[in-house]
């Protein structure tokens, strides 16, 4: 079992940063899948950024060369920095975590970022 608790949102101009972080709590962490996902109203759900327990990332198209997910298995945590943020990135962050089968996968309650003049 793991639990998730996302931090770091807000409301951020356009072209500003904001950093995530998703402290997880259980044993499991550092070996499963953890990564970021969004979902802006009225869409669904879609997957930002993962990283594999040993780092190799994973980024959305929209969110290339923008966008850094690091993770830090010692602190059990995994981070999202966005850079130049856009209008059309505001949604809630929700953090991830699974098995490398995808069989468990557990989720945090999101954080809002809102990118807005």
């Known amino acids: 079992q793991l639990q998730l608790v996302e931090s770091g949102g807000g409301l951020v101009q356009p072209g500003g940063s904001l950093r995530l972080t998703c402290a997880a709590s259980?044993?499991?962490?550092?070996?499963?899948?953890a990564g970021w996902y969004r979902q802006a109203p009225g869409k669904q759900r879609e997957l930002v950024a993962e990283a594999t327990s040993g780092g190799s990332p994973k980024y959305a198209d929209s969110v290339k060369g923008r966008f850094t997910i690091s993770r830090d298995n010692a602190q059990n945590a995994v981070y999202l920095q966005m850079n130049s943020l856009k209008p059309e990135d505001t949604a809630a962050y929700y953090c991830?975590?699974?098995?490398?089968?995808?069989?468990?996968?557990?989720w945090g309650k999101g954080t809002l970022v809102t990118v807005s003049s």
């Open positions: 991830n975590s699974r098995s490398p089968s995808g069989i468990n996968s557990y």
């Open positions: 259980g044993s499991l962490f550092s070996i499963y899948v």
